[in-house]
Nanobody, 121 residues
Framework: QVQLVESGGGLVQAGGSLRLSCVGS????????MYWYRQAPEKQRELVAA???????TVRAPLKGRFTISRDNAKNTVYLQMNSLKPEDTAVYYC???????????????WGQGTQVTVSS
């Protein structure tokens, strides 16, 4: 069973920074794409950033320049560096990954439990 465990959330003042981490573990061949999503109260979950195994990066347009995604394939870990945080960044942040379990190329998507980020004004 694959598990994704996020950490690094918390309460921060506007203008501050946080770095989220997500570690994948369990029986798997490898992790392909890794993602960060977020969901604010009464809003739909939205993609924040994604990074493929080969390093191709996508960041939600309004967040470019403030949010940076990176990963360490050897550690099955993805990071989200969030700078100049705003109250509207308050949300539960979820890590997700597409995982090749057996090495046959079939990908399954897994989710972490989420970590709360609260930005006070």
């Amino acid at each position: 069973q694959v598990q994704l465990v996020e950490s690094g959330g918390g309460l921060v003042q506007a203008g501050g920074s946080l770095r989220l981490s997500c570690v994948g573990s369990g029986s798997m061949f490898r992790i392909n794409d890794m993602y960060w999503y977020r969901q604010a109260p009464e809003k739909q979950r939205e993609l924040v950033a994604a990074e493929s195994r080969d390093g191709s990066i996508t960041v939600r347009a309004p967040l470019k320049g403030r949010f940076t995604i990176s990963r360490d394939n050897a550690k099955n870990t993805v990071y989200l560096q969030m700078n100049s945080l705003k109250p509207e960044d308050t949300a539960v942040y979820y890590c997700s990954a597409k995982v090749d379990i057996s090495g046959d190329g079939t990908l399954r998507q897994y989710w972490g439990q989420g970590t709360q980020v609260t930005v006070s004004s």
